[in-house]
């Protein structure tokens, strides 16, 4: 019964390679968010989607791309893995602006 | 733009004696405040909203517009309260959902 859920938990992979990672919500809501958190434990927004469109795309790098193929998930795909990468990203749901964000439990992705 | 500091990166108490996590912001419309709550290893949990005005395990949190604060304060830390917090202001735009705009966090470490 996991409201915003996150899959994987863990992802080590090598510089270079393309990997995605998946959330789901099943709270209802209309908005999902992909947070950074890096190893200084600073929290940034990366996107936000707002029953399927993107509302916000912070200075980002292409090789990120978030896809919400329904408005219960927002899957994030990084392309062409970077070491600076490596960092807990967080997936968050809201319902629009009027109710706080629910975290997911985080992925810790690690690039060697 | 708006803008969150804590300036306490690290705050350590002994159990029992009082504790206040700083946060100031910067915000040209009306601001909405948050504190977030993140144990070891876990998902951020929202602990407060300025507008519920409540207490969450002892915790408050006033809003003071003229001194652009939102300062957290328990009157007796629990080891437990041991996490990093973290404020965080959502600002309102024309465009729909807004993300959360997060400080950098402050490491509570609660001593025995």
């Known amino acids: 019964d996991t409201a915003v859920s996150q899959t994987p938990k863990y992802l080590v992979t090598q510089m270079g390679n393309d990997k995605s990672i998946k959330c789901e919500q099943n709270l209802g809501h209309d908005t999902m968010y992909w947070y950074k958190q890096d190893s200084k434990k600073f929290l940034k927004i990366m996107f936000s989607y707002n029953n399927k469109e993107l509302i916000i795309n912070e200075t980002v790098p292409n090789r990120f791309s978030p896809k919400s193929p329904d408005k219960a998930h927002l899957n994030l795909h990084i392309n062409s893995l970077e070491l600076g990468d490596s960092a807990v990203y967080f997936c968050?749901?809201?319902?629009?602006?009027?109710?706080?964000?629910?975290f997911g439990n985080g992925t810790r992705l690690t690039v060697t | 733009a708006q803008r969150v500091t804590q300036p306490e990166k690290l705050l350590s108490v002994f159990k029992g004696a009082p504790v206040e996590l700083k946060c100031n912001y910067s915000?040209?419309?009306?601001?909405?405040l948050f504190w977030y709550v993140q144990y070891s290893r876990q998902r951020l949990q929202l602990l407060l909203r300025?507008?519920s005005r409540e207490s969450i395990k002892g915790f408050t949190a006033d809003l003071n517009k003229g001194e652009t604060s939102f300062h957290l304060k328990k009157p007796f830390a629990q080891e437990e309260d041991s996490a990093m917090y973290y404020c965080?202001?959502?600002?309102?735009?024309?465009?729909?959902?807004?993300?959360?705009?997060f400080g950098k966090g402050t490491h509570l470490i609660i001593q025995p």
């Open positions: 968050a749901s809201s319902q629009g602006r009027n109710s706080p964000l629910h």
């Open positions: 915000y040209s419309g009306s601001p909405e």
């Open positions: 300025h507008i």
């Open positions: 965080a202001l959502r600002a309102y735009s024309g465009g729909g959902a807004d993300g959360l705009t």
